[in-house]
């Protein structure tokens, strides 16, 4: 039979289990982000980003912009950073114009060159990606002299060699397989969507509506979806649009394109090329500027 503890192990055991008990309270688990904490003067900016999605067009374009001059104003804070990343996220959704987008990209810039975000373990940090992407595919301008800056913006024009390159064969809902390579003399529009993405499902109309103006003259509408046959079929029947919708199970074309968030769209022109693409939402307006760089007008 083991012999009882002394009252001095006791002491040290239930420290132990004082001090465990506390730390799985208060610690976040491997890979979880802290909660962040915001002052009275950052949350007023965290509930109008939160609302901008169910403000009309141009109500959001003064308020994204009026946004992006309130972080900049910003004391230095733990939390500066990520508010203007998460704008410049929010900015991309729809047609804010690109005097709002080169005001959320001068915010993001200027939190940056304030205060420095470490590299992630597989390349630059989020925000140096998020701001590269604006100044790559908004065409917006940046000043930044930052490694990870000038490594993010390296990593988009290898990627975008790799679109270039790209080739995929698809099915559809009723079995017809798609070859992109076999499009050659249509203008092809490739749009990566799902039904649980708001900003997809926003701009789908107007796909629809494009797909039915400008068929005629050659224009394709290929929407691919990771999602399974039973939650996009439906979906589709219910909204009644009529452009081809590939099924792109396991996600592997999306991979090969290097497509992270959707929707993204590609457009490439009557000989194949990659003219044209877009990061998240877009209008009809900003769909006919992109299929103009394929030559449809």
């Not at 912009?65 to 990520?82: F, G, H, M, T, Y």
């Not at 709002?100 to 810039?109: D, F, K, N």
């Not at 990870?148 to 064969?169: H, N, P, S, V, Y």
Request: aromatic share 6%; proline share 7%; charged share 25%.
């Amino acid at each position: 039979m083991p012999s009882p503890a002394s009252p001095d192990t006791l002491s040290v055991v239930k420290a132990v289990l004082l001090a465990l008990s506390v730390f799985l309270c208060i610690s976040p688990l491997p890979g979880q982000q802290k909660k962040p904490v915001y002052s009275e003067q950052e949350k007023p900016i965290v509930e109008k980003i939160r609302s901008l999605r169910a403000m009309p067009d141009d109500e959001r374009a003064r308020a994204t912009r009026q946004l992006a001059l309130d972080i900049r104003a910003l004391p230095p804070s733990e939390n500066k950073v990520p508010l203007a990343e998460w704008l410049a996220n929010r900015s991309t959704e729809g047609d804010s114009g690109r005097e709002t987008l080169q005001e959320v990209a001068m915010t993001l810039a200027g939190a940056l060159r304030a205060q420095p975000v470490s590299p992630a373990k597989d390349g630059p940090a989020s925000p140096y990606s998020t701001l590269a992407q604006l100044v790559r595919y908004e065409h917006v301008r940046a000043s930044l002299d930052e490694p990870q800056f000038k490594a993010a913006m390296a990593a988009l024009e290898k990627i975008d060699q790799d679109r270039r390159r790209a080739g995929f064969t698809l099915a559809d809902l009723q079995g017809k397989q798609w070859t992109l390579k076999g499009l050659r003399g249509k203008v092809v529009l490739v749009n990566f969507w799902a039904t649980w993405c708001q900003p997809c499902r926003k701009e789908m109309p107007d796909l629809d509506t494009l797909y039915t103006r400008f068929k005629d003259q050659g224009l394709v509408v290929l929407a691919v979806s990771a999602d399974e046959t039973e939650k996009v079929k439906p979906f589709i029947e219910q909204g009644r649009f009529t452009f081809p919708v590939l099924l792109d199970t396991g996600g592997k074309v999306s991979e090969m394109l290097h497509v992270e968030g959707i929707p993204k769209t590609f457009i490439y022109d009557r000989s194949g090329n990659l003219v044209a693409q877009a990061n998240d939402m877009r209008t009809q307006k900003q769909f006919l500027a992109l299929l103009a760089e394929a030559g449809l007008k």
